[in-house]
T-cell receptor
Framework: GAGVSQSPSNKVTEKGKDVELRCDPI?????LYWYRQSLGQGLEFLIYFQGNSAPDKSGLPSDRFSAERTGGSVSTLTIQRTQQEDSAVYLC?????????????FGQGTRLTVV | KQEVTQIPAALSVPEGENLVLNCSFT??????LQWFRQDPGKGLTSLLL?????REQTSGRLNASLDKSSGRSTLYIAASQPGDSATYLCAVNTDKLIFGTGTRLQVFP
C-alpha cells in the first residue's frame, strides 16, 4: 500500500476485555515496529519484527501484551484483560529493512480508550 | 541507557522567523537520526533522515545537522509558516528508534 495502515483508528473497550489492533506495513517493508504514546508522554517502544520474527520485544509492558506477524506483512498487537492504564495511541511503523540505514514510516495510529 | 532530550519543549514565533530546534543524545553509538513532525491527533511524518556518517541533510526549508561525537542534532526551519505548527520529534536509531519528548511549535500569522 501507499503507507502504513492501522485499524481501527479508534477503539473504546471495557476494562477486562481483550482487544486486537492491526497494522498493514508498506508493501515490501520487512521491518515492523509497535510504539505506544500515552497522553502527554513520549513514544514508548513495544516490539520490533524483522520478517515474522521478533528479535526485540523488550518494550512489552506485561504478559497481557503480545504481538504476532504473519507472512512477513500484517501484524496484530493483542492486549488481554485491558486496564485503564492501557489507554493510549498505539502506533505502528515499518521500514524497508533492518537498521541501520533505513527510514522508518509511521501509520496514523489506533486510539485505545479503556473505560 | 540511551536518553534523548529536546530543547525547547515549546516555542511560539511570528511567521517568517528562522528557527532552530535542538536534540541531544547520551550515547553516540547510533546508526542514524530521524526528525519527524506530529500534528495533533495524527501519526508521525518523517521529515529528514541523517546517517551516522553524514553531517547534514536538507529538504526544502528544512536543514538538519548531526554531530555524533558530541551527541547533538539541530533542525533548522527557514522562513517559518503557520503550516509548520506541529510537534517536532527527533529519534536516534540503535536497533530501534528512541524518541525525545518533542518541541511543540506554534507559528502565528
Amino acid at each position: 500500500g501507499a503507507g502504513v495502515s492501522q485499524s481501527p483508528s479508534n477503539k473504546v473497550t471495557e476494562k477486562g476485555k481483550d482487544v486486537e489492533l492491526r497494522c498493514d506495513p508498506i508493501s515490501g517493508h520487512t521491518a515492523l515496529y509497535w510504539y505506544r504514546q500515552s497522553l502527554g508522554q513520549g513514544l514508548e517502544f513495544l516490539i520490533y519484527f524483522q520478517g515474522n520474527s521478533a528479535p526485540d520485544k523488550s518494550g512489552l509492558p506485561s504478559d497481557r501484551f503480545s504481538a504476532e506477524r504473519t507472512g512477513g506483512s500484517v501484524s496484530t498487537l493483542t492486549i488481554q484483560r485491558t486496564q485503564q492504564e492501557d489507554s493510549a495511541v498505539y502506533l505502528c511503523a515499518s521500514s524497508l529493512g533492518a537498521p541501520p540505514n533505513t527510514e522508518v514510516f509511521f501509520g496514523q495510529g489506533t486510539r485505545l480508550t479503556v473505560v | 541507557k540511551q536518553e534523548v532530550t529536546q530543547i525547547p519543549a515549546a516555542l511560539s514565533v511570528p511567521e517568517g522567523e528562522n528557527l532552530v530546534l535542538n536534540c541531544s543524545f547520551t550515547d553516540s553509538a547510533i546508526y542514524n537520526l530521524q526528525w519527524f513532525r506530529q500534528d495533533p491527533g495524527k501519526g508521525l511524518t518523517s521529515l529528514l533522515l541523517i546517517q551516522s556518517s553524514q553531517r547534514e541533510q536538507t529538504s526544502g526549508r528544512l536543514n538538519a545537522s548531526l554531530d555524533k561525537s558530541s551527541g547533538r542534532s539541530t533542525l533548522y526551519i527557514a522562513a517559518s509558516q503557520p503550516g509548520d505548527s506541529a510537534t517536532y520529534l527527533c529519534a536516534v536509531n540503535t536497533d530501534k528508534l528512541i524518541f525525545g519528548t518533542g518541541t511543540r511549535l506554534q507559528v502565528f500569522p
